[in-house]
């Protein structure tokens, strides 16, 4: 499989140039540490009407973040295909972690996820950004087709579970978040 994914990710370096490589780097900042998605789901908590998908996505995150970054990508090890073939220029330091699954893919679709099922009207802008920053991993040359699929994969279980137990406590007349 990585002979037709390299074959992916190197398809994707054709694509490379000035606006699209400072587009991608910038996307993939805003997925860096989840930093985006922490502060959408504390801003988020700040309004009654939105609080409980502010829980959500911060819960979301959490789950996400100890499924991919500290249990699977050590289970997995990985190698990053910029580790594989060091020939690729990166515009972006060399990640130090393992690569599957993509880490900013999954928490970038754990925190979309979260926020389009609570409300769905600014879902699908959330769930556009994940995808761009799924993208950008694979324009970088930091992760897999595969690390991708699987991050945005796990990520979204992720999500629909938390919102789907909060809804159902909800449901029920209790209160979770």
């Keep these: 499989m990585d ?3 390299f074959q992916i990710l190197y398809f994707l370096q054709e694509l490379h140039g000035p606006v699209l490589d400072r587009l991608m780097t910038g996307i993939t900042f805003l997925g ?3 930093w985006i998605w922490i502060t959408a789901g504390l801003l988020l908590l700040l309004f ?3 609080r409980a998908a502010g829980g959500c996505v911060l819960a ?8 991919g970054n500290v249990i699977l990508k050590n289970l997995a090890a990985r190698p990053r295909p910029c580790w594989l073939d060091a020939s690729v220029p990166l515009l972006v330091a060399v990640p130090r972690d393992f690569s599957f699954p993509s880490g900013h893919s999954l928490i970038a679709f754990a925190g979309a996820v979260s926020i389009w099922r609570m409300h769905p009207g600014w879902g699908w802008t959330a769930v556009a ?3 761009l920053i799924a993208f950008s991993r694979l324009y970088l040359f930091v ?7 699987a991050g945005a994969a796990i ?12 809804r159902k406590g909800r449901g029920a007349g209790r209160r979770f978040v």
Excluded: C
């Design 3 to 5: 002979g037709t994914e």
């Design 32 to 34: 860096n540490g989840g």
């Design 48 to 50: 009654p009407r939105t």
């Design 60 to 67: 979301s995150l959490a789950i996400g973040f100890l499924v």
């Design 129 to 131: 950004l994940a995808g």
């Design 143 to 149: 992760h897999f087709p595969t690390d991708v699929l």
């Design 155 to 166: 990520g979204t279980a992720i999500a629909l579970w938390v919102t789907g137990m909060v």
